[in-house]
Each structure stands twice: as C-alpha cells, then as structure tokens.
C-alpha cells in the first residue's frame, strides 16, 4: 500500500519581482492622476488616455496568468476593473455632456470618476503595502 497523498498549495506566494511589478504598476497609475492634476486635463480622463496607465493595464494582462492563484491575483483584477471602469464613466460623462442630460450632470460624473479612480488606486496600493488581498467579485 502507498501513500499517495500529495499537498496542494492553493495559495501559493508571489514572487518579491511580482510583488515589485504591482507596486510599479500603482506607481504608473499615479503618474497619470497626478498629470491629471497638475494639468489642465480631468483626473480621470487623464487615468484612462495617459501613457502610463494604458502601460499600466497592458502589464496587467500580460503577467495576469504569473500571478493567478496568489494574493497579487485579487490587486491585478482591481487595477484592471478600476481602468475599464474609469473608461466607462468618462465615456457616460461625455455623453451626458453632449446631449439632453446636461453639461452640469457630465461635469459631476467626471468629478466623481476622478474621487473614485483615486480612492481605487490609493486603497489598492496600502493594501498592496499591507500584503492584503482587494475584495474583487469573483469570476
């Protein structure tokens, strides 16, 4: 009789590079809050069309298969989601400007997107910071 037993890690740890990539990726959607900021563009469309953000979300997608089934997994799916997301809402914010809803209400979405995108990224990186998993739905 053998024992066949084996054991499973089912949450297996990060590497320290990819614990390094999610901090470099936080540090880039930062970048683009704070171009968005410090110019005369919004905070989110600033988020979601500058540079270091659409950086940031293509090394999301690439590493997302590295880091599947750590805790790391949990911080890629909010950066991604916190991207798209933004997206949408400052598509929604465009369209509200340019047509009957009204100027004042595109306005407002924006301003909110932006507060949103920053309380997703800062929320994201002290708890990347903490070693702790995001709450993300599952898929």
Do not use: C, E
């Amino acid at each position: 009789m053998t024992d066949d037993s084996r054991t499973i890690d089912v949450n297996p740890l990060p590497t320290p590079g990819l614990v390094n990539l999610a901090h470099v990726i936080y540090a880039l959607h930062t970048l683009a809050l704070v171009s968005g900021i410090a110019t005369s563009a919004t905070i989110v469309g600033s988020f979601v069309s500058g540079l270091p953000s659409i950086i940031a979300v293509i090394l999301n997608y690439v590493k997302r298969d590295a880091v599947r089934g750590t805790w790391l997994d949990s911080h890629f799916r909010w950066q991604i989601r916190t991207f798209w997301f933004a997206l949408l809402w400052i598509v929604l914010a465009y369209v509200m400007i340019f047509s009957i809803i009204g100027f004042f209400f595109g306005i407002a979405a924006i301003a909110v997107a932006g507060l949103w995108v920053l309380y997703r990224i800062v929320r994201g990186w002290i708890n990347l910071s903490n070693r702790q998993m995001m709450p993300v739905p599952q898929p």
